[in-house]
C-alpha cells in the first residue's frame, strides 16, 4: 500500500459541540497523520464552490446553510491508503448504518449532521486538498 493524502472536514455540527480533539484522536489512533489543519467560517460562496457538484440537487441550499452555520476545521490527513483509511473510521453516512466505534455512530446527529467530511477518492482527495490549502501550508 502506498502512502496517500486524503481531505477531511469536521462539520459545524461537531465543532459547536466541542469534538474537535476527539474526532481528531480517532483518525490519529487509526495511524493517519494530520499535516494540515486550519478552524475557519466559510461563507456563503465558499460552500457553494466546494459542493458544487450538488448545485442541481433538492438539498444542496439546505446543505450550503448547515455548512456557513458554524466553523469547520479542515485537514489534510495522510498515511497508508489514506482515503479508504479515513472512510473506514468516519463510518457510514447514515450514523444509523454506521458501525460501532467510528465517527459517525459516536458524534453524528443525523444523517446531515454527520459530523465529518472525508474524499471519497484520490483524485477528489486531491481535488479537495488543492480546493482549501496552499501547498506550503501542508507540512509532513
Request: glycine residues 6%.
Amino acid at each position: 500500500m502506498a502512502v496517500q493524502r486524503t481531505f477531511s472536514m469536521i462539520k459545524p455540527d461537531a465543532t459547536r459541540r466541542n469534538l474537535t480533539g476527539k474526532i481528531i484522536a480517532k483518525f490519529e489512533d487509526a495511524g493517519l497523520r494530520v499535516v494540515a489543519s486550519k478552524r475557519v467560517q466559510w461563507q456563503r460562496a465558499d460552500a457553494e464552490e466546494f459542493y458544487g457538484i450538488h448545485k442541481e440537487r433538492p438539498f444542496f441550499n439546505d446543505l450550503v446553510d448547515f455548512m456557513i452555520s458554524g466553523p469547520i476545521v479542515m485537514q489534510v490527513l495522510e498515511g497508508e491508503d489514506a482515503v479508504a483509511k479515513n472512510r473506514q473510521v468516519m463510518g457510514a453516512t447514515n450514523p444509523a448504518d454506521a458501525d460501532a466505534g467510528t465517527i459517525r455512530a459516536e458524534f453524528a446527529e443525523s444523517i446531515e449532521a454527520n459530523s465529518v467530511h472525508g474524499s471519497d477518492s484520490p483524485e477528489n482527495a486531491a481535488l479537495e486538498i488543492s480546493q482549501c490549502f496552499k501547498e506550503e501550508e501542508i507540512v509532513g
